[in-house]
């Protein structure tokens, strides 16, 4: 049997004030890679000269499963990155081509750890705007469930690239039982599957209202299209099939917490003083702990 419905009258719309807030969302994501190579062997990616990015990555590579394809090298060992030819293991945090002596050949043979920064050329961010109930939008009336749930904002970033193979959209969407718009499934290692889930509502794409899974569908592939990403709000029932764990916190928890621990860092508040508890013998424990009487078997009591 489905939940109570209650009914709020002139409730505010939710969307109302959320489209006066500004949404940060980012434009990039840079990531620092470590991986430990032999000296002078190879790291089994092909590199486009023109911008840096990478077109093939071997598996057999140290970066496989590291490294994209698509991605911009920036820099290796806080080095700028300018030739193909620097991909050959160096000495940690030194410059390609001045790694200088090593005093013997076992030493060569140690692996070493090489840093690169990239920029990733796909990417997901999700960001949870704020916990509220269902709400069901009828003709005239709006009904709220009593079931809470999340909202996400979610920013799927995927440019086209022309001879590089990206990776994957990866979701697919259905209609629930309300006819809302929810994702049906997502293809691991998808760029969609990083914080999407089955039976996630969508409510808006780039802030604009969807009712059909086809005008999602054609929305989504448009925005990709145009600006190689997509904003998406995401609703996601607490305790429902598609559910997740989350660290993030309102803003005013985040302040009041950020507070304290500036005050316990300052000394402001002392810790209290540890408190005894002192619980009385009952008789039940009392008679646990004396001494049992020695009883005689019936093997001695025959002797």
């Known amino acids: 049997t489905p939940p109570s419905s209650i009914k709020f009258k002139d409730e505010p ?3 109302e004030t959320h489209d006066q807030k500004p949404i940060h969302l980012p434009d990039r994501f ?8 032999s000296p002078g062997r190879r790291l089994g990616i092909n590199i486009r000269k023109c911008d840096n990015r ?20 920036l820099k290796i060992n806080n080095c700028s990155f300018h030739s193909s030819e620097w991909l050959h293991a160096v000495a940690p945090l030194s410059a390609p081509g001045n790694q200088g002596s090593r005093e013997s050949e076992e030493e060569e043979k140690k692996e070493v750890i090489m840093k690169i920064l990239v920029e990733r050329a796909v990417f997901s961010f999700s960001r949870l705007e704020n916990t509220t109930l ?50 049906a499934s997502t293809v691991p290692g998808s760029v ?19 009712n059909t899974k086809t005008m999602c569908a054609f929305m989504i592939l448009r925005s990709l299209r145009e600006t190689e990403q997509v904003v998406l709000t995401v609703e996601v029932l607490d305790g429902g099939p598609s559910s997740r764990d989350t660290m993030e916190m309102p803003a005013d928890v985040v302040k009041i917490c950020a507070d304290h621990i500036a005050a316990l860092k300052a000394g402001r508040i002392k810790s209290a003083p540890p408190i005894t508890v002192v619980r009385p013998i009952t008789a039940a424990a009392a008679a646990s702990n004396s001494p049992k009487k020695e009883t005689k078997t019936e093997k001695d009591s025959k002797n």
Request: proline share 8%.
């Open 13 to 15: 719309s939710f969307f």
């Open 192 to 210: 969609g599957s990083t914080h999407l889930r089955p039976w996630d509502i969508i409510k808006r794409v780039n802030k604009e209202p969807v």
């Open 134 to 183: 269902e709400r069901l939008d009828l003709n005239k009336s709006t009904l709220y469930t009593g079931r809470p749930l999340k909202r996400y904002t979610v920013l799927i970033r995927r440019p086209f690239l022309p001879g590089i193979e990206l990776a994957p959209l990866g979701i697919s969407l259905r209609y629930d039982s309300r006819e809302r718009v929810t994702i």
């Open 30 to 37: 840079v990531e620092t890679i470590s991986v430990r190579v």
């Open 54 to 73: 990478a077109t093939l990555i071997d598996p057999t590579s140290p970066l496989f499963n590291k490294m994209c394809t698509g991605d911009i090298i």
